[in-house]
């Protein structure tokens, strides 16, 4: 079967580190993404990692380890406009079918 | 460059009407994906389709929904007859295959309530 996980919820401080993690069981991979949500608005690409290791861009992080099915993306000096649902997808291998984890729900404290 | 274009952005409707929503997806991409999200099942793919060819249509729920694509600026999603669990908000998004990383460009969807 295919599956994603992640926490359903997360609370962190405002220029804290926060971390949120995705498990994956998908027939196949190539490549995971991702997307960040804020409530009411439709999803924005955040990062891609397709082989393994951690992939920087700017405050945020991406880390993927194939073997384990296993991916995290790390926010860094966290703001109050970080507060917001983040998506985690699996594209399956062969195809453009991508596969989304019901979202982290993050929310950002004073 | 407009975004991916998605119409109407709210319709609420009685249970066995017919609904269509409409995408137009940004120019030159070639793929056009239509979600639906809900609370409880998150952003479910329910079909894709590559230079107007439906590819992989399994995550339609059942015969009621349809969807086309008659040209590569214009994508159609029907629902008929509509019933109240069909509430969600459905979006679409496009993709243009050789771009690195083949992210998708998500419209701003629309918010389907059936009563």
């Known amino acids: 079967g295919q599956n994603i996980d992640q926490p359903t919820e997360m609370t962190a401080t405002e220029g804290a580190i926060v971390q949120i993690n995705c498990t994956y069981q998908?027939?196949?991979?190539?490549?995971l993404f991702w997307y960040q949500q804020h409530a009411g608005e439709a999803p924005t690409f955040l990062s891609y990692?397709?082989?393994?290791g951690l992939e920087e861009k700017g405050r945020f992080s991406s880390f993927l380890s194939r073997s384990k099915g296993y991916s995290y993306l790390l926010l860094k000096e966290l703001q109050m406009k970080d507060s917001a649902s983040y998506l985690c997808?699996?594209?399956?291998?062969?195809?453009?079918?991508?596969?989304f984890g019901t979202g982290t729900r993050l929310k950002v404290l004073a | 460059d407009a975004g991916v274009i998605q119409s109407p952005r709210h319709e609420v409707t009685e249970m066995g009407q017919e609904v269509t929503l409409r995408c137009k997806p940004i120019?030159?991409?070639?793929?056009l994906f239509w979600y639906r999200q809900t609370m409880m099942r998150g952003l479910e793919l329910l079909i894709y389709?590559?230079?107007?060819?439906?590819?992989?249509d399994s995550g339609m729920p059942e015969d009621r929904f349809s969807a086309k694509m008659p040209n590569a600026s214009f994508s159609t999603l029907k629902i008929q007859p509509s019933e109240p669990r069909d509430s969600a908000v459905y979006f679409c998004?496009?993709?243009?295959?050789?771009?690195?990383?083949?992210?998708?460009?998500f419209g701003p969807g629309t918010r389907l309530t059936v009563t």
């Open positions: 997808a699996v594209r399956v291998s062969g195809t453009y079918k991508y596969i």
């Open positions: 120019s030159g991409h070639d793929y």
């Open positions: 998004a496009s993709s243009l295959v050789g771009r690195n990383p083949l992210e998708q460009y």
């Open positions: 389709f590559n230079n107007n060819v439906p590819i992989d």
């Open positions: 998908t027939s196949g991979f190539n490549g």
């Open positions: 990692n397709v082989l393994d």
